[in-house]
């Protein structure tokens, strides 16, 4: 089995910056692609960004150039950096990993979650 913990939302004025991490533990032999989703009250999940093993990444167009994944994987890391927030980008944001070294961007192709941070951006 796999945990994702997510760590490192929080508030922040438009236009800032803000950095989220995501931690895996557990057998990783099952880990492949990671990426992050987001999701507001009364909304489906929406993929923001996937990162397969080899390094290449996708994103949504909503994020495209504001948004930033990196992969660590000796610290078994996936980060997501985040600037030029919007308060569009307002969201929980979950940390996801599937066994497909893919780029999926439904939440169905994705096995392990985290619980969540929250992304809280003032206009």
């Known amino acids: 089995q796999v945990q994702l913990v997510e760590s490192g939302g929080g508030w922040v004025q438009a236009g800032g910056s803000l950095r989220l991490s995501c931690v895996a533990s557990g057998r990783f032999a099952h880990i492949a692609a990671m990426g992050w989703y987001r999701q507001t009250p009364g909304n489906t999940r929406e993929w923001v960004t996937t990162m397969v093993s080899g390094g290449a990444s996708a994103y949504a167009d909503s994020v495209k150039g504001r948004f930033t994944i990196s992969r660590d994987n000796v610290k078994d890391t996936v980060t997501l950096e985040m600037n030029r927030l919007e308060p569009k980008d307002t969201a929980t944001y979950y940390c996801?990993?599937?066994?497909?070294?893919?780029?999926?961007?439904?939440?169905?192709?994705?096995?392990?979650w985290g619980q969540g941070t929250q992304v809280t951006v003032s206009s």
């Open positions: 996801a990993a599937r066994s497909f070294d893919t780029v999926g961007t439904t939440p169905a192709e994705y096995s392990y």
